[in-house]
Nanobody, 124 residues
């Protein structure tokens, strides 16, 4: 069955970096746009970034633009989120999700498959 598995989260100091991975299986990965979302304690799930099926197009939420980079390797059925210059307000559970269209529609309800999430904590 379709599955997404995130990894790479952890505890990092402010200004540090992490690279999240999202490994896909059970569906045709290159036919799905991939989005990264995050949810802080007591908060709603918010979109962070999206990448198109081919990897040509990508977008970012304003607060992470210039610090985060999304990418994908369709040969390895894996997507990535490179996070630099991390701030305490980036602390959240990060999820990847797959949307069966060229580019993400944006709303979480539009996504077909979700991972279980990986915790990112930015603290000194």
């Amino acid at each position: 069955q379709p599955q997404l598995v995130e990894s790479g989260g952890g505890l990092v100091q402010p200004g540090g970096s992490l690279r999240l991975s999202c490994a896909a299986s059970g569906f045709t990965f290159d036919q799905y746009a991939i989005g990264w979302f995050r949810q802080a304690p007591g908060g709603e799930r918010e979109g962070v970034s999206c990448i198109s099926t081919s990897g040509t197009d990508a977008n970012y939420e304003d607060s992470v633009r210039g610090r985060f980079t999304i990418s994908r390797d369709n040969a390895k059925n894996t997507a990535f989120l490179e996070m630099n210059s991390l701030k305490p307000e980036d602390t959240a559970v990060y999820y990847c999700a797959a949307d069966y269209r060229y580019y993400c529609a944006g709303l979480p309800s539009e996504f077909d498959y979700w991972g279980q999430g990986t915790q990112v904590t930015v603290s000194s």
